[in-house]
């Protein structure tokens, strides 16, 4: 019965877009930090000419993180809204819970 509840695939589409949306902006975060370290050497590399802008790199991790907390924050208390209604607690010290 608990996982025939409605809450269950809201809870799992949020938290999983709001997962994919840090992993984007870690991917962007890690593409800046090695494009601005070849700029500082002045010596690009050729992954320096395939990778975007710093300013582009920048504005895709900012958007990332803007809309990935909310969609994980939100994810979280539909996960906590799903367990009050499934088990009639919103949090019972389970490991998976504490970990998350």
């Avoid at 500082?40 to 900012?62: E, H, Q, T, V, W």
């Avoid at 993180?65 to 994980?72: D, I, N």
Wanted: glycine fraction near 8%.
């Amino acid at each position: 019965p608990a996982l025939q509840s409605n809450w269950m695939p809201i809870h799992v589409t949020l938290s999983f877009m709001g997962d994919a949306l840090f992993a984007m902006a870690f991917g962007s975060g890690i593409m800046y930090l090695i494009q601005e370290r070849q700029l500082k050497r002045k010596r690009p590399g050729a992954f320096y000419y395939r990778l975007p802008s710093l300013d582009i790199l920048d504005s895709m991790n900012y958007r990332a993180l803007t809309v990935g907390f909310p969609l994980l924050t939100l994810g979280i208390i539909t996960g906590s809204v799903w367990a009050q209604y499934a088990w009639g607690s919103y949090w019972q010290w389970d490991p998976k819970e504490t970990w998350s």
